[in-house]
């Protein structure tokens, strides 16, 4: 079906550093990624959940290591954009997140359903704001 199985990573040597492996549902959507070192040793799992829409509304990784285990999920609004992404971890070992962390999107939409402003939230605070200009002939 075109679906991406296994992908290789490789050091600067060509000697191979990691590779994961892929599983698809009956509809097609990634359902697990195993991660796996040059060892062939499980370093992390990653299962996926869809909304009806096929938005992606879970991610849960496990990590074999120490067991740990950290957990995303989205919401989405009418147009399917996100608009909100919790983070729920174990341990905060992962310098991109803190634990609890939750994102929320604000969206202004234009006459033609179409965000032309997006105004980004962590925890409560404003962080970024998106402005977009669309044209239409």
Not at 53 to 68: A, L, Q, R, T
Request: net charge negative; glycine share 6%; hydrophobic share 25%.
């Amino acid at each position: 079906k075109g679906h991406k199985i296994t992908f290789h990573r490789f050091g600067s040597k060509d000697n191979l550093y990691d590779f994961v492996k892929y599983k698809y549902g009956l509809k097609g959507d990634l359902i697990e990624s195993k991660e796996y070192d040059s060892d062939n040793s499980l370093t992390e799992k990653i299962n996926y959940k869809y909304d009806d829409e096929n938005n992606i509304i879970e991610m849960k990784h496990y990590y074999p290591f120490d067991g740990s285990i950290d957990i995303k999920t989205y919401k989405y609004d009418r147009f399917n954009n996100e608009i909100e992404e919790s983070y729920k971890a174990t341990k905060n070992w992962i310098n991109d997140y803190e634990i609890d962390d939750k994102y929320k999107f604000d969206y202004k939409y234009d006459k033609n359903g179409n965000w032309i402003y997006c105004l980004y939230y962590l925890n409560g605070f404003p962080k970024n704001i998106t402005i977009r200009e669309i044209e239409y002939y």
